[in-house]
């Protein structure tokens, strides 16, 4: 019995010394080796042939930092393996690819995996250009055009383009129109792979605007021209301007600009001077298409002949080119005089003179059709009608805006060809739009209201591309003129397609079509 336990004993420990290497003996705890990293990535996402591809791998264990590489099968072509392990390219075909990742730390152990890559057949192109910039006859134009999906580089055509605009291959549109209206030009976007996408899209080439806007500023007024008002967008983006000593808009050496109006038939712009250093006038400007800068002006307005009346301080002007017959509105203290003069082309001659009592009169338009002058009070509520102006004995109606609250009116302007009466309210932030208007007297209720202004001062309607310039406050001191489009229709809150920044206070607005 003795002798059996010795010689378990004796064989117990010889096979403890030949497994002390590998799992230690006697219970005792024995050094491991490092451990292997491990590719913890599950999955790959799919990609699409022609498209930009992006995907990391990730690994565990080990001893960073790894190395990756592909050792068995082979990626898409088109795509890479850095050593980070970030998969990047474009495939340039499509199928399923299966090769074997490996991942090596730095004890240059290894780990390794087999991951899938979908590379999906390439969509068909899709053209995303929802919408186009309007152009506007005789000014230059550019738009591009964008896509995606399929297989770039792609290739453009389009049928029904304008005359004058033409389109590259690379989706560029350029040129400058020399037709008018709104087209429907179908585009054709083909691939690499010759799968095509078509959209047609609407084009509108408006009839070219020049715009001319008196800034009321202190101590240096400006007539600001804006030669591509159709298309002018953005700070400062007048391509003339009055200013200056000699233009008498100086405030010391006459004063800032109130009202413009344009003689279409002669090319003069005429300019209502406020009252500043000196009384008030009517500044003449022969060659208004061209005139700019420190320009003096042709011919001062200020004494009526052969009467003794002389103008104090003019806030608007009207000119009917037709008659040569110029209409000045002139404010005297807290009422004014209206002032009709005869050959304003040449040597002004007293027609028609009579005062306004009902307060400052504001501004001022003409229905030369109809014969009806429209005055604004200053911030009141009322439009005055007078009916056959032209006529001594004209009748006077009132058209009040009823049914608001908190109006201060301080421009009006007529759309004769539809008889409608746009004014600006001040203090309400709104231009009411009057229908019918030379049917309307007493109170009643604007047919609409654009709202959700700030503090117009006046309104130009661009009656050929059915779009509005409202001279609306965008800051403490400053001025822009927003465009609204759809003139004839648009009600409730509006929104500007465009606008034109940098005025002090942008004042009375005319302009012509070219």
Known sequence: MKKKA??????????????????????????????????????????????????????????????????????????NLSAAGELTGTPTVNGTSSPTFTVTDGNTLTGSKQLSILINPPGSPAITTSSLPDGARTEPYSATLSATSGTPPYAWSATGLPAGITLSAAGALTGTPSVEGTFTPVFTLTDSA????????????????????????????????????????????????????????DNDVGGPPAGVSYDADRNILYVARFQGSDNGAVLAFHDADSVDGDAAPDRIIQAIVPTSFSLTSPSDVFIDSGNDRIYIADVTGSSGIIFILDNASTTPAFRKIFNFPLG??????????????????????????????????????????????????????????????????????????????????????????????????????DVANDRLFVSNRDGATSYSVGVVEEMSSVNGPVSFSRELSGFGTAAGMTGYYK
């Not at 451990?35 to 264990?61: D, E, F, K, R, V």
């Not at 709104?430 to 309307?440: A, E, G, L, P, T």
Request: charged share 10%.
């Open 194 to 249: 010759t799968m095509q996408a078509q959209q047609s899209l609407d084009l509108r080439i408006a009839k070219p605007l020049a715009l001319f806007v008196a800034d009321f500023s202190t101590p240096s007024g400006a007539v600001d021209m804006f030669d591509n008002a159709s298309v002018a967008d953005g700070v400062s983006a007048w391509t003339r301007q009055l200013q200056g000593a000699a233009t008498t808009l």
């Open 6 to 79: 010795i010689s378990q004993a004796v064989a117990l420990i010889v096979g403890c010394l030949a497994l002390t290497s590998i799992i230690g003996c006697g219970g005792g705890g024995g050094a491991t080796g490092p451990t292997a990293p491990s590719i913890t990535t599950a999955s790959l996402p799919s990609g699409t042939q022609g498209q930009a591809y992006s995907a990391t791998l990730s690994a565990t264990s080990g001893t960073p930092p790894y190395t990756w590489s592909v050792t068995a099968g082979s990626l898409p072509a088109g795509i």
């Open 360 to 461: 400052p009169p504001a501004a001022i338009s003409v229905d030369i059709g109809r014969d009806i002058l429209y005055v604004v009070p200053s911030q009141g509520q009322e439009i005055i009608a007078y009916d056959n102006i032209s006529d001594l004995t004209g009748a006077q109606r009132t058209i009040t805006i009823g049914g608001v609250v908190n109006v201060g009116l301080v421009d009006v302007k007529i759309d004769p060809a539809t008889d409608t009466a746009y004014a600006a309210d001040y203090d309400g932030g709104r231009v009411f739009v009057i229908n019918d208007v030379s049917q309307k007297s007493g109170s009643g209720a604007p047919d609409r209201a654009l709202t959700g202004l700030s503090n117009p001062n006046s309104v130009f309607p």
